[in-house]
């Protein structure tokens, strides 16, 4: 360019702004526009910095940043478009406003640096006003560009916050809806197990006291009829119906299948009452105390009650229950909370099972296991025991078991489960155990549930879950 000084004086300055005292970089290869600019913006309360070419002004930016750039156009080696497109590509300095400083009039060459990312135009010659005018306005911009983009990192960090404090929320709530509809099953169920069982004791306890007195009776009126039958026999002249039913009864079978037919009823009456008994060991009152159980036989109790959705009908054949039980320690606990948590399990993988036969519609292929629920338990030191129940059940994809535990979750139709089984089981486990639940599940490979628990979660502090061994 000429070494001419590219300004138009006029009378007066304005005076600094707020924004003043920013720093503003000039790029030209003029000395004397350099200087002259350099005089304009030191007065008005700027830090100036200067560069005569776009190899020293990248430099220096990447030194520091000014808050603005007043760049010339026509530089050699590299020009204003070029160093302007590097200093948009550049993330650390992208945001800095570049005002382009040019005698072009050509809008070609201004729609280009626009496209760059220049904000504004300056030409030549230069009028003092315009300049501090388009620098004053630029800084301005950038200023509250610059509070906003802060304003909206703040309201995006408070929106973050407020995000995990509702969904914080969420969770509390859930989980105490989880606590209360846990605590109102166990006691609707007491109370209902409570009223079933004392009405069932009693008709049980009628049958059962009278099966022995009344197979006394019909033993006693067989011996009668056979000694009429051998010692006085009707004459069929006199009395046809009665020799004719004589003739028919069959007085050998009989004394040989009554006694069977009244063991069969005592075996029955002996069965409602085990059932009975289950059924209050399994939801008594008492149960909600925290005390030392036999987890091995809380598991049968709950089989007990489960045994008549094992039957098999139509094309599913029967579910076989395999016990894999090792000795465990009695284990502090609350009895009816974990009784609840096994029967969710084991219903869960009657349901697996079902669903698996649904899906095949019962043609069922050769590589499909048989239906069977595995239930394995091991003592895994002093202070933890292990409860695992397996099924050959549909399966989960990984989406499916992720959510698993989560409250209200379900992948059942609309009024065959709530969601809540699960969520049940977790927070017994969890919560008020300090014990540990996984699962473990592959589509069309069936479900492994996997309760870890310790023999005392009182020695647990709260909050703590216990120390799981893999």
Not at 20 to 33: E, F, I, K, S
Not at 347 to 367: K, M, Q, R, S
Request: with cysteine; aromatic share 6%.
């Amino acid at each position: 360019m000429a070494n001419v000084p590219q300004f138009n004086p006029t009378p007066a300055i304005a005076s600094p702004d707020p924004s003043d005292g920013a720093a503003v970089l000039v790029v030209d290869d003029n000395p004397t526009n350099l200087g002259v600019l350099s005089d304009l913006l030191d007065t008005a309360g700027y830090e100036v910095r200067v560069a005569r070419s776009g190899r020293i002004a990248l430099d220096r930016v990447a030194f520091a940043e000014p808050a603005l750039i007043l760049l010339d156009v026509m530089m050699p080696e590299l020009d204003g478009f070029e160093t302007c497109r590097q200093l948009k590509a550049n993330p650390a300095t992208r945001a800095i406003p570049v005002i382009f400083m040019t005698a072009l009039a050509d809008t070609a060459d201004k729609v280009r640096g626009f496209e760059l990312g220049a904000v504004d135009y300056i030409t030549k010659p230069f009028q003092q006003e315009e300049v501090l005018a388009r620098v004053r306005t630029q800084l301005r911009i950038s200023t509250l560009t610059r509070a906003l983009d802060q304003a909206n990192q703040r309201l995006e960090a408070k929106v973050v916050e407020r995000t995990a404090e509702l969904e914080r929320a969420m969770e509390v709530l859930k989980q105490a809806q989880v606590r209360a509809i846990q605590s109102e099953k166990l006691s609707s169920l007491g109370l209902l197990a409570a009223g079933a069982i004392h009405t069932m004791n009693n008709s049980v306890n009628f049958i059962a006291g009278n099966l022995r007195p009344a197979r006394e009776y019909l033993e006693d009126l067989l011996d009668i009829a056979k000694l009429s039958r051998d010692r006085v026999a009707p004459v069929p002249e006199v009395d046809p119906e009665l020799a004719d039913r004589l003739a028919d009864f069959d007085f050998d079978f009989a004394e040989t299948d009554l006694p069977k037919l009244f063991d069969s009823l005592q075996a029955g009456a002996e069965r409602i009452q085990q059932v009975a008994e289950t059924l209050q060991e399994f939801a008594r009152p008492g149960e909600s105390d925290f005390k030392a159980v036999d987890l091995n036989a809380k598991l049968d109790a709950t089989v007990i009650l489960i045994q008549h959705r094992l039957k098999g009908r139509g094309d599913r054949p029967q579910i076989t229950i395999h016990r894999d039980y090792g000795p465990l320690p009695r284990v502090q606990c609350y009895p009816s909370a974990l009784n609840q948590v096994f029967a969710n399990l084991l219903t869960n993988a009657i349901d697996a099972i079902n669903a698996l036969f649904d899906e095949y519609a019962g043609v069922i292929p050769a590589v499909v296991p048989g239906p069977m629920i595995r239930i394995h338990t091991a003592a895994l030191d002093d202070a933890l025991v292990e409860i695992t129940i397996t099924d050959t059940g549909i399966g989960m994809d990984a989406a499916t078991r992720d959510r698993a535990f989560e409250p209200f979750f379900t992948t059942k139709k609309p009024g065959k489960g709530t969601g809540m089984g699960l969520a049940l089981c977790h927070s017994t486990v969890v919560e008020r155990h300090r014990g540990r639940i996984e699962c473990e599940s592959e589509p069309g490979k069936g479900t492994a549930m996997r309760l870890i628990l310790p023999v005392n979660a009182l020695s647990i502090g709260a909050g703590a879950p216990a120390n799981m061994a893999q």
